[in-house]
């Protein structure tokens, strides 16, 4: 992010796929990476049909940052 916030993203892509690829993005408040989530499920289904698949925990939460000292 622009002001140096780094957030957690898991990006799956088709095997063989050429480029450009049409991509589906998830942003989540929730830990993506929890033994819980369906996402690597559901990369997987829209892996098979071609699409990129982008998971993402939003900012503060989950793996992602967060910057406890806003610009003013």
Known sequence: MRDGVRLATDVYLPEGSAWP???????????????FTFLPRLANLFN??????VAQDVRGRGRSEVNIHPPC
């Open 48 to 53: 098979e049909h071609g699409y990129a698949f």
């Open 21 to 35: 690829l049409a991509a589906v993005l998830v942003r989540t408040p929730y830990d993506k990476g929890a033994a």
